[in-house]
């Protein structure tokens, strides 16, 4: 009776042992899963970043030529508004 006992909390040590085994890889797995998607979270950010800062300077390039544009064209109206008049005939 004594050795179906001994048995019996055996079987029962075991079983926790395994529980509490299957319980630390869950938990494990779960940490791993939970860093992968950290780590791709990261990288989105990081590429959307980048592509924030190439169309920062691609406005910025599109600002600068419009500047100049605007500048050609003043200096273009500017001398447009200019009048020569003929010369005049001197007896």
Known sequence: MQAVKEKLQDVSALRK???EAKAHEKAEKE???AR??????????REAEAKMELHVAKAGMMADRETAKQGSDNATNSLSDV???PPTATP
Request: net charge positive; no cysteine; aromatic share 0%.
């Open 83 to 85: 009048t020569v008049s």
């Open 31 to 33: 940490m791993a899963k």
């Open 17 to 19: 042992a395994k529980a």
């Open 36 to 45: 992968m998607e950290i780590a791709h979270e990261t990288r989105l950010a």
